[in-house]
């Protein structure tokens, strides 16, 4: 395990997708990155963990170049996917080479069905129909709660389902690298591991490497083979998951586990002076 600015890949595996120091800046004057390092190994699953506005979501969103639509740019550093620099694809360059990103909060069109959602994941490979057939039968071998609710309208559909179809229909355009914010929102414990089991599976099964930005830290350690912890726009941890799992500081304040039972507001107070990583 390293502390802070090291960021070192699991020597297990080379990294089909490197983060190197990338600083992002909203509107002109919000730094909002600081700096951050991430790498994914092939066929990996990585946790980018951290609490609300850590900057999770902005660190997914440079990566599948959707930055721009929100008044964002990255000042430094650079982003690159199998050794070649990316950051300056458009979103749909970069599902052509394999990245593709599933946004937070489930955007589903409500008023087309299950299935017409999947199939909007599949115009980026042109109009071969046999191949979207195969797709969706891939995806609904994956997600067989979809393929019951194929002739739905997905907006009266559960939140789980919505879930499975934002990520049904990123499996559409054959991706092998999936950046995944926050599936976990929202969710019914038991639903969430259903979801987490099936990345895992298409993970394990297809190869698909995994970036994926939870506030569920325990969760998210559980599936992950390796998690990074941003706090405001830095990389203040990262590590094995099962490194992770055990360090006292995650557990103290990330997994709510602290040894000496329930925090009082004055310890409360002092969380960040007694952060040994800060
Ligand atoms: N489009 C934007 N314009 C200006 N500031 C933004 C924008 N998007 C995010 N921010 C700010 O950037 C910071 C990081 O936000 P981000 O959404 O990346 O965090 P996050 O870790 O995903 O948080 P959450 O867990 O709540 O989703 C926050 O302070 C947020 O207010
Ligand atoms: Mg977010």
Redesign the pocket.
């Known amino acids: 395990m390293t502390v802070a600015q090291a960021s070192p890949a699991p020597d297990t595996a080379t990294p089909i997708l490197s983060v190197n120091n990338v600083e992002v800046i ?2 002109h004057v ?1 730094l ?1 990155l600081k700096g951050v390092s991430l790498q994914v190994p092939e066929s990996g699953i990585v946790a980018l963990l ?10 997914l969103k440079t990566i599948s170049c959707l930055l721009r639509a ?3 740019d990255v000042t430094k550093g650079s982003v690159l996917y199998r050794g070649e620099r990316v950051d300056d694809l458009t979103p749909n360059e970069l599902v052509r080479r394999g990245v593709i990103q599933v946004m ?1 909060g489930r955007h589903c069109f409500g008023h087309l069905t299950v299935e017409e959602n999947l199939l909007t994941g599949a115009f980026i490979h042109g109009n071969n129909r046999r191949q979207i057939a195969d797709d969706l039968e891939k995806v609904y071998h994956y997600f067989p709660r979809l393929k019951q609710r194929r002739a739905s309208q997905a907006g009266y559909t559960s939140g789980g389902e919505q879930q499975m179809t934002a990520i049904g229909r990123a499996l559409m355009s054959r991706p092998r690298t999936i950046l995944l ?2 599936p976990s929102m929202g969710l019914a414990p038991q639903l969430v591991e259903e979801i987490f089991e099936i990345v895992q599976r298409l993970n394990a099964e297809q190869g698909v490497a995994i970036l994926l ?1 939870e ?1 569920n830290t325990s969760v998210a350690l559980r599936y992950a083979h390796y998690g990074y912890i ?1 706090e405001n ?1 830095r990389v203040v941890l990262d590590g094995d998951a099962a490194a992770l799992r055990e360090n006292e500081d995650v557990k103290e304040f990330y997994l709510g586990m602290a040894g000496e039972g329930r925090r009082s507001f004055k310890d409360v107070k002092h969380y960040r002076r007694r952060k040994r990583w800060l």
């Not at 951290?50 to 660190?59: H, L, P, V, Y």
Request: charge should be negative; proline fraction near 0%; charged fraction near 25%.
């Open positions: 909203y509107n919000i909002v951290g609490g609300n506005g850590a900057g999770k979501s902005t660190t929100e008044r964002g937070e914010d926050e930005a506030q941003l726009g």
